[in-house]
């Protein structure tokens, strides 16, 4: 069955940086988009970076939200199965669970999350 796994979130001063990783298992890994959402407390879950399969020679997409913009970058390594989102500049409003998905047409998978925690 399809498994994300969450790592690497913690506690960071304003301006620091964390890397997040999402070591993914139980499907074929390259051919899925994979995207990372976050939920701040009393808010929305809301999507934050998104990178498509790693098929086909133009190599994968990116796309951010408009708020992480600059600061935060998404990659995969198919090789290992795993999927990180740079995080750079953080922000208090970038405290949050920051949450692992992929998706088919039918279903959404997610991981357990991992919080992130930025003080000024």
């Known amino acids: 069955q399809v498994q994300l796994v969450e790592s690497g979130g913690g506690s960071v001063q304003s301006g620091g940086s964390l890397r997040l990783s999402c070591a993914a298992s139980?499907?074929?890994?390259?051919?899925?988009?994979m995207r990372w959402f976050r939920q701040a407390p009393g808010k929305e879950r809301e999507l934050v970076a998104a990178?498509?399969?790693?098929?086909?020679?133009?190599?994968?997409?990116?796309t951010y939200a408009d708020s992480v913009k600059g600061r935060f970058t998404i990659s995969r390594d198919n090789a290992k199965n795993t999927v990180s989102l740079q995080m750079n500049s953080l922000k208090s409003d970038d405290t949050a669970v920051y949450y692992c998905?992929?998706?088919?047409?039918?279903?959404?998978?997610w991981g357990q999350g991992t919080q992130v925690t930025v003080s000024s």
């Open positions: 990178i498509g399969s790693a098929i086909g020679s133009a190599g994968p997409s990116t």
């Open positions: 139980g499907f074929p890994f390259s051919y899925y988009a």
């Open positions: 998905n992929t998706f088919t047409l039918r279903d959404n998978y």
